[in-house]
């Protein structure tokens, strides 16, 4: 069964930076691509990041590139976001999720079939 544990959400100030942190298990890591979404309230999930199975390919949303960037360690089974200059419209719960193949398309044009419970990222002016 796969699990995915999302921590590093939080409080930050405006212009500030945070890291998240997602562990995977169940299933073999290096196997899948990964990738982050968030869902603000009273709006839809949306895609921030993605990438491939071997780290090589990664893939953002407009709204977080140059800003926002996202690795992954197949050692440690774990999948980071790391989020620079954050504003206010950055503030959301964050999910992981884990796609059905290797690409990084696989997560970006397509709903993963794995996902974590969220990170609550708040952002204060």
């Known amino acids: 069964q796969v699990q995915l544990v999302e921590s590093g959400g939080g409080l930050v100030q405006a212009g500030g930076s945070l890291r998240l942190s997602c562990a995977a298990s169940?299933?073999?890591?290096?196997?899948?691509?990964m990738g982050w979404f968030r869902q603000a309230p009273g709006k839809e999930r949306e895609f921030v990041a993605a990438i491939n199975w071997g780290g090589g390919v990664t893939y953002y949303a407009d709204s977080v590139k140059g800003r926002f960037t996202i690795s992954r360690d197949n050692a440690k089974n774990t999948v980071y976001l790391q989020m620079n200059s954050l504003s206010r419209k950055d503030a959301a719960v964050y999910y992981c999720?884990?796609?059905?193949?290797?690409?990084?398309?696989?997560?970006?044009?397509?709903?993963?079939?794995?996902w974590g419970e969220g990170t609550q990222v708040t952002v204060a002016s």
């Open positions: 169940g299933r073999t890591f290096s196997n899948y691509a």
């Open positions: 999720a884990q796609g059905s193949g290797r690409r990084a398309t696989d997560v970006v044009g397509a709903v993963p079939p794995y």
